[in-house]
């Protein structure tokens, strides 16, 4: 006698339940797949210990989460940006090398060791101590240029000073100048729209780097363009940590704008500045870097001065990390003094314990950073670190008068490194940043002048003892615990 045929009924109740217990299977199967995938990922990459326990904690502990955040913030190096970045040129045929003992500096070494370029001399550096300085020479320089002006910036302000430098670079853009403004995809995300038409419209070009909306599969949103560069013409830069809004640079003084620091580049050097700008350029539009290089300039710009300056980019694009490796060296071949000047200090624990063991051994280690910054989660992460650096014997400030938004290193009075990084885990690990290492004498000691006026307007010990309540443990911990992804 032959079988009768499954009912209908009965079929759909067959494949509801292997479908009720088969798919919670795959997803789980599926998800320790991807937490294996996202932890082999993760210790693959060369990290801080703090940064690794921390992404570790989230994928083991909540996976669903964990894994997901990871593969879309925890990237640290763009592989196919490092293969362009290799095109970049790290010298300029034609420029004067920096001196013998400037070039066997253990510093210098190190930085290039690391993907940099060599220290090159024929430069001219003045700075910009104040906002209105840097506001004014913006101005001149765009007006001044006569074929290129290419600017990065992490943020541009929907503000007067912002409308100004647009409206400026609207008019050369009339006059045939060739304007290209690169704005990161986060910090400018609403200026970067209709704000920036009037440079369009006048045939400027305005570029987004790494938007987030849409966001592209290529790269980690967490991956940030935290460079301030303006180039004119090839041979002039304005390097350091201002941004193009109202807090950091304007026409008038004002109470609200933040205590910064900057420079004026003239020479072979600003040539290497717009070196970085080419390569971002590239990866934020695919227009050639050998286009781009024609466009600017062919040869080398003049000497300008005996300055000798060597340019650090260092980031996501970038093999090794130039500028964290420079810093390690900086304190650790210290004979006399390291001063830092810094808006977030949160180190590596490489760092912290260099430190630590310079002022020890009785080498003058002075922190200046604001008494409040505009983030306080990284002000209770600091708390901890300046406790053991003041146990140590170091010096550390407070500025008082207003934010402080500076960021500069000062090694024995001879040595001086600024640039847009600031000295915490983001800046050092996962930003891309840009950094200048002042090898000549007049210019550190100019730096250092500024650093000295900034500790009238300080006070110390900055502080005191632990805390005592429960709450103000707690905080510092988790805020300490969330540091190395701050």
Not at 13 to 38: I, K
Not at 136 to 161: K, N, Y
Not at 426 to 431: H, I, Q, Y
Request: aromatic fraction near 8%; charge should be positive.
């Amino acid at each position: 006698m032959a079988s009768s045929p499954l009912s209908p009924t009965v079929i759909d109740e067959v494949t509801e339940v292997v479908s009720t217990s088969l798919w919670p299977h795959l997803l789980t199967v599926g998800g320790f797949l991807l937490a294996v995938f996202a932890i082999a990922r993760l210790m693959s990459e060369k990290r801080q210990p703090g940064n690794t326990i921390a992404w570790l904690l989230g994928i083991v502990l909540i996976p669903y989460l964990g894994v997901p955040l990871y593969l879309l913030l925890g990237g640290r190096k763009i592989k196919r940006l490092v293969a362009r970045k290799e095109k970049m040129r790290l010298s300029l045929p034609g420029a004067p090398a920096a001196p013998d003992h400037v070039l066997h500096l253990p510093v210098a070494k190190t930085i290039m060791s690391n993907g940099a370029g060599a220290p090159v001399g024929g430069n001219r550096l003045k700075l910009l101590a104040t906002g209105e300085a840097c506001f004014a020479e913006f101005v001149a320089q765009i007006r001044a240029a006569q074929h290129t002006i290419h600017i990065t910036t992490f943020i541009l302000g929907r503000d007067q000073t912002g409308r100004a430098l647009v409206q400026e670079l609207a008019q050369r853009a009339r006059q045939g100048v060739k304007v290209r403004l690169l704005l990161d995809g986060l910090g400018s995300f609403v200026a970067a729209g209709r704000f920036c038409d009037p440079i369009r419209e006048a045939g400027g070009f305005v570029r987004r780097f790494m938007p987030v909306v849409p966001l592209s599969t290529r790269h980690s949103a967490n991956l940030r363009n935290h460079r301030k560069i303006a180039v004119f013409d090839h041979q002039t830069a304005i390097v350091g940590g201002r941004n193009m809004a109202g807090e950091y640079m304007g026409e008038k003084p004002s109470e609200k704008r933040w205590t910064d620091f900057g420079t004026v580049i003239s020479g072979p050097a600003a040539a290497l500045v717009d070196e970085v700008f080419f390569a971002d350029w590239n990866h934020a539009t695919d227009q050639s870097i050998e286009q781009l290089r024609h466009e600017a300039a062919p040869v080398c710009p003049p000497s300008q001065g005996d300055c000798s300056l060597q340019v650090i980019a260092s980031g996501p694009d970038v093999k090794g990390d130039p500028l964290y490796e420079g810093l390690v060296s900086f304190v650790q071949e210290a004979e006399r003094s390291v001063w830092i000047i810094t808006p977030y200090f949160i180190p590596d624990e490489v760092l912290q314990r260099s430190l630590l063991v310079k002022a020890r051994a009785g080498i003058d280690i002075t922190l200046i950073i604001p008494a409040k910054s505009n983030h306080a989660v990284t002000d209770y992460a600091r708390r901890q670190f300046l406790r053991e650096l003041e146990s140590a014997g170091a010096r550390v400030l407070l500025y008082r008068p207003r934010m402080l938004h500076a960021k500069a290193v000062i090694m024995d009075d001879r040595l001086a490194l600024f640039g847009s990084a600031n000295f915490d885990l983001r800046s050092l690990f996962v930003n891309f940043e840009i950094g200048i290492v002042v090898y000549s004498e007049a210019e550190v000691a100019a730096i250092r002048a500024w650093a000295g006026n900034l500790v009238r307007d300080c006070e110390s010990p900055a502080t005191g003892t632990p805390p005592q309540r429960w709450t103000g443990v707690l905080a510092e911990d988790l805020s300490r615990l969330l540091a190395p992804l701050l």
